[in-house]
């Protein structure tokens, strides 16, 4: 190994691009570590005590860049050393010719641009949407904290102007064959989608894909669509959308419960669709699409399988990719005798409401950060009780990151934790794929698997983990290799959320009656 | 510079406000120190720190507010250029930034009364903090935060090795550690609490700044201990101390400084309270 310190004399970056850029350059082949910072006596003392000090380094001072690298040779930190000045070119240039002052600006750069993507700070999004909005754009807000007289205000405008108020706090949409926000690649096909549930979409979006069906538009609507205050507007515009669409033939709305008022609104709605429309209101009251003839299901499982079998006619049988058959005999039999709970933690917030409905339906009350009812809330988020769903997405975990499911470090640490939780018998992860999210997120979380599994195994332990992929083999992380890296790692991985929860409540019921 | 660059200047603005302290530092020469979306450090030829904003409100105590709405990010502005500063104009590049009409700002600032020290404002502050704070090395990189959190009982202990290890902790323009010891400085500047405090770090500043850590740093922590003060970091303490429905508010603006800078701020602000109502008061307060 070869260490080499670069000085760059009287430069100055900010921390967290300096992170960004260490980190990189760290995950490079042939880099062992690498730090950047400037050259205080203490900073100074910190790269020595990483062992990325070089003789370089011993005449800079404070106002200097010290840019430490270790490598397998001058070579490899010759490169790394060009890649910094690479990234640092890239977002110069970035900025300079790809950002604007304001979104008159860029539409007028790009005249034919028809969306503005909104994440600024949710005090800030209404007014951007609005200049969006006025500039014939159609809009995605991933932003939320906007009040909801704003999102009405807003939702009321773009239905004036003919444009798709998408959110606020949308997770992601695919229109036209794009993918927008935190969401996978899929063919194009016949089947439409609207509603406000981000994972539950994508796990309904990619099991269409699966069997060789394809999905037209999915129009997120943002989670407060449904209340009272908004009544369902744009769901209202999606189904009419949708219904005029000539590439769709069947639709499906799916969302959190909605409020009395908009339902009715919706169903009128349907009603008046030509096109058969399947309904899927998470842990919703279904009295009254069963009295209005209203095609409903309750998992995503059979809302893909209802909209495939609508589009082409005839029952589908759902593709299997994974191995369903799990010895759960065998599983059991390793378990020491505190062993009992499951802990999974879910990137999706939707997929966390989906395994509550199915936990709670046959096995009995299950913990969560996210619980329907109130006497099932966890306490403390940061601490399981029993068995446990965690909705690890949420603001209370990320604290200022980005989304678990592009930076996945608070997911890692809760892994840890309840791996090394005596009474913890299985651990049940999600993986998100897509545009947008995390590059490998298997990996990331492989290395914890491994290590856990082993340490389980040197304190007279099991750690079974379950795992589901919500993604596609078009989605940039390579759906095969994800799956691979989470084999190796002794991860039994199953095809659907439904299917990992069933293994996990077979394998806790078990337990329970030995 | 010579008076051909100077003839190519085609972007020629106006400086609205100045802060007061400025007027103390006399220069001609320096040379841009950083340069980001709302604003660019000048280091004098006397390692003074001058920075011209655009048009906000959220500024440093080192202040120059331009009328100018573009990033600079999106200017010539470079780091390294030189700057000349001539018959009230200042010019870098391609760019004039003329001082003609300014007003002048005073940060100095009064210090409060006080009777108690609410433990629940704190909490108000923590809360945001959590939900909105950046994602610090102070709190992630392990190196980092193993030597903070060291400094910082030792900075319980002894005031003298307690700074000497923590200034110019962090990787940054204005090192972490920096930003937290400003938010200490300002909280207990303000509340008149702990004065040994404020006179160790200007003393530490005065004879080891320039070696210990950043210029940039330097210059705003050095303003602090002298009851200069951003309105910003004043406006949050003065909040958790009389103004508690503004809390939010004002700490979500201060987050909103630099990289992560605010946030550390805040944590200064957090720890020095944590250290004036906690169970093992450090001798010095």
Known sequence: ?514 | MNTREISYTNDNHKIISICNNLKQFKWQKGVVAGVYDKCFNILTENRDLVTIFKNTDMVSTRAMISDVVNSFNKTDILNNMPVVFKNNIIYVGKSTFNLTSAEYIDFKRDRFTLENHDKCNIKILENVLCRYGKQTPLLTDGCIKDRFSSGFDLLKTDLDLGIKSLVGLGIGLTPSCDDVLAGMSAYFYLTDTADSFICHIREYLNSQGDKATTVVSKNLLCDITEGIISDTVYNLIYSILFDSPNIEKCARRLLDYGSTSGTETCLGIIYAHSLMVGKEKPQWL
């Open chain 1, 1 to 514: 190994m070869v260490v080499k310190n670069y000085i760059l004399e009287n430069c100055y970056y900010d921390s967290v691009f300096l992170m960004r850029l260490a980190r990189k350059l760290s995950e490079k082949d042939n880099i062992e570590n690498a730090s950047i910072g400037m050259g205080t006596p203490l900073n100074k003392d910190t790269i020595t005590d990483l062992g990325l000090n070089a003789s370089e380094m011993d005449t800079t001072g404070p106002n200097d860049l010290i840019i430490a690298i270790k490598g397998t040779d001058e070579e490899a930190c010759e490169a790394a050393r060009e890649d910094f000045f690479t990234l640092v070119n890239e977002r110069e240039t970035q900025t300079s010719k790809n950002s604007f002052r304001s979104i008159a600006g860029a539409k007028s750069s790009n005249p034919d641009a028809n969306l503005a993507i909104i994440s600024v700070a949710g005090e800030y999004a209404a007014i951007e949407a609005k200049r969006a909005l006025q500039n014939d754009m159609n809009v995605f807000m991933f932003s939320d904290n906007v009040p909801i007289e704003d999102e009405v205000e807003l939702k009321k405008l773009a239905l004036s102007r003919g444009k798709f108020m998408m959110g606020p706090g949308c997770g992601l949409s695919f229109i036209n064959g794009v993918a927008i926000g935190l969401c996978s690649m899929v063919n194009r096909g016949d089947i439409g989608l609207a509603g406000a549930s981000g994972s539950g979409i994508q796990e309904v979006m990619v099991l269409v894909h699966r069997n060789g069906f394809g999905i037209s538009h999915a129009i997120g609507t943002g989670g407060r669509d449904m209340s009272d205050e908004v009544g369902g507007i744009s769901m209202i515009q999606s189904i009419r959308a949708l219904s005029e669409d000539k590439d769709t033939k069947v639709i499906a709305l799916i969302s959190k419960p909605p409020a009395q008022s908009s339902l009715i609104k919706v169903i009128d709605e349907i009603k008046k669709c030509p096109k058969p429309v399947v309904v899927h209101f998470l842990n919703g009251d279904n009295t009254l699409l069963k009295e209005n003839s209203i095609l409903y299901s309750e998992t995503f499982d059979d809302t893909a399988r209802m909209v495939m079998e609508l589009s082409c006619g005839h029952s589908v049988e759902m593709k299997k990719i994974f191995d369903d058959d799990v010895d759960i005999d065998a599983e059991v039999k390793k378990f020491s005798g505190d062993q009992k709970y499951i802990r999974a933690i879910l990137c999706g917030g939707s997929l966390t409401d989906e395994m509550q409905i199915l936990w709670n339906k046959d096995m009995g009350p299950i913990y969560s950060n996210a619980a329907f009812d109130s006497k099932l809330l966890l306490d403390d988020p940061f601490t399981s009780v029993e068995n446990t769903v965690i909705d690890i997405g949420d603001e209370t975990f990320t604290k200022g990151r980005a989304h678990v499911a592009i930076d996945p470090t608070a997911r890692v640490n809760r892994f840890i934790k309840e791996a090394r939780d005596r009474e913890t018998a299985v651990i049940y992860l999600d993986f998100l794929l897509g545009y947008a999210l995390h590059g490998d997120p298997a990996s990331v979380m492989a290395e914890a698997i491994i290590a856990e599994k082993k340490r389980a195994e040197e304190e007279g332990r099991h750690l079974c983990v379950i795992a589901t992929i919500c993604g596609s083999d078009m989605d940039p992380q390579d759906f095969d290799k994800q799956a691979q890296i989470l084999k190796d790692a002794g991860v039994i991985l199953a095809d659907t959320n439904k299917t990992a929860v069933e293994h996990a409540m077979k394998i806790i019921k078990t337990l329970e009656e030995r």
